[in-house]
């Protein structure tokens, strides 16, 4: 990774995995700001950011599809972060993200009661927003829609969504409905992002072949660039570090 750039990440507990991927941070120290490209992982970011020259600022994340270019890390920014599973967003946000679908959002800089002290210390923050997420969290849950994240989540989108449908008794044609009036994409769409983020992981310790549900190398090869826009063999060699995601999967 950038030798400027500082990351770190946490687990959450296990009463909020099923909701939050993880809590991490990101520190430019340098006076340069950093250009990145952005690949899709799943997830959605829920940021809280200060610069040595813009004010504090929270923002929403939504889905990413794609690549997307040019990705910015300012100079001398400190960044903290809640990488959030889909069914956060109904029983956590409560609230359809369908109009930031590859965008974001500022939110108001109270939100969820946090501060621009809050950066101050990355546990502290981490052991705050836990406690925020879970007295805001829905007491009940759909049992077919906690079978089915599981399943997603378990499989890294290997599943093919009549296999999904079937094991949580949940019609397919229902399933889309929900998924793309909460996040604004198509089941299959979110199983698709999910294979390319757990074969990423592979393609980071140099095995440019697949290892997930590809029917061959070629599908393979086919798959990574339809969403990356870039090889395997090129998401490999990430030269001057220029995709963060592989960096930060490099790192672990």
Known sequence: MFNDLAYKSIKPSNKLSPFVDSFWCMQNKSDQTLETIGLPDGRIDLSLMKTAET????????????????????????TFVISFKLPAIEYIFCESITEILNSGKLLENNFWDFNENDLDDFELFCEKASSKIESLLVKEID??????????????????????????????????????QYFGISLKAYCSILRFRASLEHIAKGKLFPEENFTDQTHFIKEIKKISGSLPKELFQNKNDRFILLSALSSK
Do not use: C, D, M
């Open 55 to 78: 004010s504090f600022q929270i923002r929403l994340l939504g889905l990413g599809t794609q690549q997307y270019e040019k990705g910015i890390i300012p100079a001398n920014s400190l």
């Open 143 to 180: 049992t077919r829609k906690q079978k089915l994240f599981r399943l997603i989540y378990q499989t890294n989108g290997n599943l093919t969504v009549k296999e999904l449908s079937e094991q949580s008794n949940w019609s397919s044609r229902q399933i889309n409905r929900y998924f793309n």
